[in-house]
């Protein structure tokens, strides 16, 4: 019988220390838990600091060189339409006309894209929008100037072009 009891004891130890770990395994898979918690938020934090960061970063150089480069192309593009049926001033002035005419071209769409994304310069385009200010760009027509941005000025000092 003291035999019995011993191994009773035993057992009741036994299950007791099991009792304990058992215990210490809850307050540690709470505090693990906690723990997750804890870094998700910090995660949701840090994600969502990366998508403000990313709405504050102006396009690359090599961003704004593209833009610079679909203006370039759009505006000789536009003044050869503007002057499809001939350049009327002298063979002589014709070339600087075309370039003065170009550059107003080029001013008239800088403006458009600076007025349409409301920034003060073109290189202040947040880098998120560079697709769509690509796409901007390459959409704007000849038929879309007004024809106050498309008048020959008088400070050009080109002579015979305007009286």
């Known amino acids: ?23 210490q395994l809850e307050q540690i898979i709470e505090r693990m838990l906690d723990m ?16 403000e960061i990313k709405k504050e970063v102006p396009i690359t150089y090599e961003q704004q060189k593209e833009l610079q480069s679909i203006v370039q192309s759009k505006s000789n593009e536009f003044t050869r339409e503007y002057y499809k049926n001939g350049i009327p001033v002298e063979k002589r002035y014709q070339s600087e006309l075309f370039k003065k005419k170009k550059g107003q071209f080029i001013r008239a769409m800088w403006t458009r894209l600076k007025e349409y994304f409301n920034v003060p310069r073109y ?16 959409m704007i027509a000849f038929k879309d100037f ?12 080109i002579p015979g072009l305007v009286e």
Do not use: C, P
Not at 37 to 49: F, G, I, T
């Open 123 to 138: 290189t202040a385009i947040q880098k998120v929008d560079y697709e769509r200010t690509k796409q901007f760009l390459t």
């Open 36 to 51: 997750e918690d804890r870094v998700e938020n910090r995660v949701s934090y840090v994600e969502e600091m990366v998508e």
């Open 1 to 23: 019988m003291a035999k019995r009891k011993d191994e009773l004891i035993i057992l009741q130890n036994h299950i007791r220390q099991t009792n304990n770990q058992g215990q």
């Open 146 to 157: 007004k024809q106050h941005e498309l008048e020959d000025k008088a400070s050009w000092n």
